[in-house]
């Protein structure tokens, strides 16, 4: 079955823009997880969607917003952007199970990535 | 508080022989944990899990051990390959309440022919 599709593979921005980023999770998965990857700092969680309401959330300032549709598609938005927001974000989703209980691993996207100039 | 720690940010070794990336945990609520496998310009793959009621999973050349009493887990990649080199995350969660995966910063592994 087709992956997890992220779009737009690659950005650019200048400081104070808003960025809106896309994941379409494989099919029939329903949670949607956000990472951010910098250099140095591994994988950072920003936030999780389950049924379209945020589970999940990571240590990231409200400048940071996501949203999962009913079809579990999900979005991520930077508002007022910073050098510092210049990194990889990949999204990745996960099957659960009847019991609402996550059944195995993440599975990732190739990632956006987002420069700021 | 970094919950998951990969002390070594890269690691060196000859083809054909053994590599041993490390991982160290302080949450002991954790009771799931994965390898993943990141080449430059692509997502991570999944390479390997195990459940805290193992102490050791097996597939193929990749092995990972499990020690709970000193929150450490590790991965044997053996025989190592060229195609092997890329960057390692180990990740720990909790399978109760749902809980995201925690990311270790991830170990460059470079091997050698």
């Known amino acids: 079955k087709a992956g997890v599709t992220q779009t737009p593979r690659y950005l650019i921005k200048t400081r104070g823009q808003q960025v809106t980023l896309s994941c379409s999770p494989i099919?029939?998965?329903?949670?949607v997880s956000w990472y951010q990857q910098t250099p140095g700092q591994g994988l950072q969680f920003l936030f999780e969607?389950?049924?379209?309401?945020?589970?999940n959330k990571g240590n990231f300032p409200g400048r940071f917003s996501g949203r999962q549709f009913s079809n579990s598609r999900s979005e991520m938005n930077v508002s007022t952007l910073e050098l510092g927001d210049s990194a990889l974000y990949l999204c990745?989703?996960?099957?659960?199970?009847?019991?609402?209980?996550?059944?195995?691993?993440?599975?990732f996207g190739e990632g956006s990535r987002l420069t700021v100039l | 508080d970094q919950q998951v720690k990969q002390n070594s940010p890269s690691l060196s070794v000859q083809e054909g022989r053994i590599s041993i990336l490390n991982c160290d945990y302080t949450?002991?609520?954790?009771?799931?944990f994965l390898w993943y496998k990141k080449y430059p310009a692509e997502g991570p793959t999944f390479l390997i899990s195990?459940?805290?009621?193992?102490d050791k999973n097996e597939d193929g050349r990749f092995t990972v051990f499990l020690n709970k009493s000193a929150k450490h887990l590790s991965l044997h990649i053996v025989p190592s390959q060229p195609g092997d080199s890329a960057v390692y995350f180990c990740?720990?969660?909790?399978?109760?309440?749902?809980?995201?995966?925690?990311f270790g910063k991830g170990t460059r592994l470079s091997v050698i022919a």
């Open positions: 990745a989703s996960r099957g659960f199970g009847t019991s609402g209980r996550y059944t195995g691993e993440l599975f």
């Open positions: 099919s029939g998965h329903r949670s």
């Open positions: 969607y389950f049924s379209e309401t945020q589970r």
């Open positions: 949450n002991s609520m954790f009771d799931y």
């Open positions: 195990i459940s805290s009621i193992k």
């Open positions: 990740a720990a969660s909790r399978t109760s309440g749902n809980t995201p995966l925690v």
